[in-house]
């Protein structure tokens, strides 16, 4: 110390009691950082547009790996582009390993991320119900509906039958003759999880006060020939139709 003069020894002293001092704080930073409370679940849903909701999902589609991803992260991008925490706190990447049925050609993954962000925003039978009401619709619907404005108009609508993407998928390309790795399937699919996403923020919209009610298509009965009828009577086991 004897090679420092005294201007030169209060300059590092200084910068000696500042280190300290930040170092002291950091734990209260972090504490308090910490301390940040998680949102009570379910979480609040604040509304969204269907069309900005379904425009999101269809490029996120080809952006955050496939169905599932593309619409659990559309609408999760979305609210967290217009209200921040705590929407910004789940990255919807995560449900990329729903594309492709799951990998198994089974669920359709597209439905997988809406049940997954419906899960966040309700319970009980709010939930089942909504997720029931999706699984009817899809099962009867001639899909795609959304149409990007960047591309021609889709070829070929087809109906799944079931909620599973073998049957969704395989449905449509047979009617429309395109391969599954053709970009007029990858269309497809965008435009199909576009509406998937749509339809469950209309539900969420019209639950929680945000738009109308959902109107759903009503069965139709099956056509009888001249000689049939439906009834119900009674046999050894109960009631036959």
């Known amino acids: 110390m004897s090679n420092l003069n005294r201007r030169d020894f209060l300059k590092l002293a200084g910068k000696t009691a500042l280190g300290a001092a930040a170092v002291a704080a950091m734990p209260a930073v972090v504490s308090a950082e910490a301390d940040i409370a998680a949102p ?8 969204l547009d269907v069309k900005e909701v379904q425009d999101k999902i269809y490029a996120n589609f080809f952006a955050k790996g496939g169905c599932c991803a593309g619409v ?29 049925g799951y990998g198994r050609r089974n669920l359709c993954g597209s439905l997988g991320g809406a049940f997954a962000v419906l899960n966040l925003f309700t319970t009980g039978s709010d939930m089942s119900g909504i997720r029931n009401q999706i699984y009817t619709w899809y099962e009867s619907t001639a899909f795609p509906i959304y149409q990007p404005a960047d591309k021609p108009e889709h070829p070929v609508h087809s109906v799944a ?3 599973l993407c073998k049957d969704s998928v395989g449905n449509w390309m047979t009617a429309s003759g395109y391969e599954f790795g053709t970009p007029e399937r990858g269309t497809r699919c965008a435009s199909l999880s576009a509406d998937v996403g749509g339809k469950l923020v209309e539900h969420l919209n019209a639950l ?22 439906i009834g119900v009577g009674k046999g050894f086991g109960g009631e036959i139709k």
């Open 72 to 100: 659990a992260s559309g609408i999760l991008d979305l609210l967290a582009e217009k209200y921040g925490y705590p929407y910004n706190q789940i990255d919807g990447r995560m449900f990329a390993h729903g594309g492709g």
């Open 161 to 163: 039958g079931s909620e």
């Open 40 to 47: 009570a679940f379910p979480w609040t849903w604040p509304g």
């Open 208 to 229: 929680f006060g945000f738009g109308p009610a959902v109107e759903e298509p009503v069965a139709e009965e099956p056509a009888l020939a001249a000689n049939e009828y």
